[in-house]
């Protein structure tokens, strides 16, 4: 089994709409947990962080439930730029693991 | 600038034929990890290092070399490269682990004839 899982989507949303992803981790000794976002191929770049029960930037919501063992993203009132790929991340001291990434696309 | 810098950022070579990629940090990081991505896969982890002279196995090691001789400095080797190593390849490198931001470098765009 993955230590990280996440639906790859693709998710097609309108401008506007409000859409949430879920990741499931299986170490439950995993500290923390990160969303990254990645365009087309380029470098992965941190979007939020979620060490205790939930994180909040403005239009995006991370939240961590360790008892389910998943944590999610939300973004509300999406905007044509925030189409990307966004990666849900663990770590189990050592390394880091990564979900295979879902993709998010924002119609006009 | 606080960055992660790559070399080169696109190769192609043949079987066979020895390489290296290079890799730079300049934010004084102890951690540093070589990861390879493919359609459907994800990012995995090549190699890791904890600190100089510490370095360890990923997920994925086999055909890969690496060294920590220098902090800023994280080189990834294939010795004998084959076509299953035709990936995008990432270096990034944090402050440790657990409750750190990676940041990573541009990627280098490898094909192996």
């Known amino acids: 089994r993955k230590e990280v899982e996440q639906d790859p989507g693709p998710f097609n949303v309108p401008e506007g709409a409000t859409v949430a992803f879920n990741c499931t981790y299986s170490n439950s000794a995993s500290q923390s947990f990160f969303w990254y976002r990645q365009d087309c191929r380029k470098e992965p770049k941190l979007l939020m962080s979620v060490y205790s029960s939930g994180n909040e930037d403005g239009r995006f919501t991370a939240q961590l439930n360790r008892a389910s063992q998943y944590i999610s993203l939300l973004i509300r009132d999406s905007k044509l730029s925030d189409s990307a790929t966004y990666l849900c991340?663990?770590?189990?001291?050592?390394?880091?693991?990564f979900g295979t990434g879902t993709s998010l696309t924002v119609i006009p | 600038e606080a960055q992660v810098t790559q070399n080169p950022r696109y190769l192609i070579t043949v079987t066979g034929k020895k390489l290296t990629v290079t890799c730079s940090q300049n934010?004084?990081?102890?951690?540093m990890s070589w990861y390879r991505q493919d359609p459907g896969l994800g990012l995995r982890q090549i190699y890791y290092?904890?600190?100089?002279?510490?370095?360890d196995k990923g997920d994925v090691p086999e055909g890969y070399k690496v060294s920590r001789k220098e902090k800023r400095n994280f080189p990834l080797i294939l010795e004998s490269p084959s076509p299953n190593q035709t990936s995008l390849y990432f270096c990034?490198?944090?402050?440790?682990?657990?409750?750190?931001?990676?940041?990573f470098g541009p990627g280098t765009r490898l094909t192996v004839l």
């Open positions: 290092s904890m600190n100089v002279e510490v370095t």
């Open positions: 934010m004084n990081h102890e951690y």
């Open positions: 990034a490198s944090s402050r440790g682990t657990s409750y750190n931001e990676q940041f």
């Open positions: 991340v663990g770590d189990t001291g050592n390394q880091f693991y």
